[in-house]
T-cell receptor, first 112, second 116 residues
Framework: AQSVTQPDIHITVSEGASLELRCNYS??????LFWYVQSPGQGLQLLLK??????LVQGIKGFEAEFKRSQSSFNLRKPSVHWSDAAEYFC??????????FGKGTMLLVSP | DAGVIQSPRHEVTEMGQEVTLRCKPI?????LFWYRQTMMRGLELLIY????????DSGMPEDRFSAKMPNASFSTLKIQPSEPRDSAVYFC??????????????FGPGTRLTVT
């Protein structure tokens, strides 16, 4: 069975500081991995995805993520956080875009 | 494009009542997904349609839940009878699937259901 663990429920980062959100997955085959962002009262928006190839993937809004097969991880990073990045972030795994399994999310708070 | 449209945005109902949630996918998309989001369980896939046919309904919690997609532009998720533990945010998402290749899911804004 596929599963996703996001160990941090909440993270607080100062504006301008760097960010790393952790994601660990369990999947029986080559995983398709995703990061989504959810702003309050909104649906989820795809930030970036990894299917194959270069293990460092770039996404929208200045985010990137690195796939590490040996660690079963797909951590999300941003070098400098803006107040508008405050939201909830979800990591997901699946055989493609369908039948995704999501983590429980990490709430990012940005302090001035 | 208007994006995925869900109605109502908020629903408050009493235990035992029937609840119907509605979704209009993005025009041209032929896959549709219903999700439920709760604090305890996170975001769970309930059911997935492709070309109006249910492909995977293994996430539907029990017989009180049913979903239909009578045509390519409309889907409903019905709960009858509703229970307080059904309180959650229900999301609909749609995507395009062509020649076996699935593309990005686009999510609607969700329906917040409260069952008292």
């Amino acid at each position: 069975a596929q599963s996703v663990t996001q160990p941090d429920i909440h993270i607080t980062v100062s504006e301008g500081a760097s960010l790393e959100l952790r994601c660990n997955y369990s999947y029986g085959a080559t995983p398709y991995l995703f990061w989504y962002v959810q702003s309050p009262g909104q649906g989820l928006q795809l930030l970036l995805k990894y299917f194959s190839g270069d293990t460092l993937v770039q996404g929208i809004k200045g985010f990137e993520a690195e796939f590490k097969r040996s660690q079963s991880s797909f951590n999300l990073r941003k070098p400098s956080v803006h107040w508008s990045d405050a939201a909830e972030y979800f990591c997901a795994v699946g055989p493609g875009y369908s039948t995704l399994t999501f983590g429980k999310g990490t709430m990012l708070l940005v302090s001035p | 494009d208007a994006g995925v449209i869900q109605s109502p945005r908020h629903e408050v109902t009493e235990m035992g009542q029937e609840v119907t949630l509605r979704c209009k996918p993005i025009s041209g998309h032929n896959s549709l997904f219903w999700y439920r989001q709760t604090m305890m369980r996170g975001l769970e896939l309930l059911i997935y349609f492709n070309n109006n046919v249910p492909i995977d309904d293994s996430g539907m919690p029990e017989d009180r839940f049913s979903a239909k997609m009578p045509n390519a532009s409309f889907s409903t998720l019905k709960i009858q009878p509703s229970e307080p533990r059904d309180s959650a945010v229900y999301f609909c998402a749609s995507s395009a699937r062509t020649s076996g290749v699935e593309y990005e899911q686009y999510f609607g804004p969700g329906t917040r259901l409260t069952v008292t």
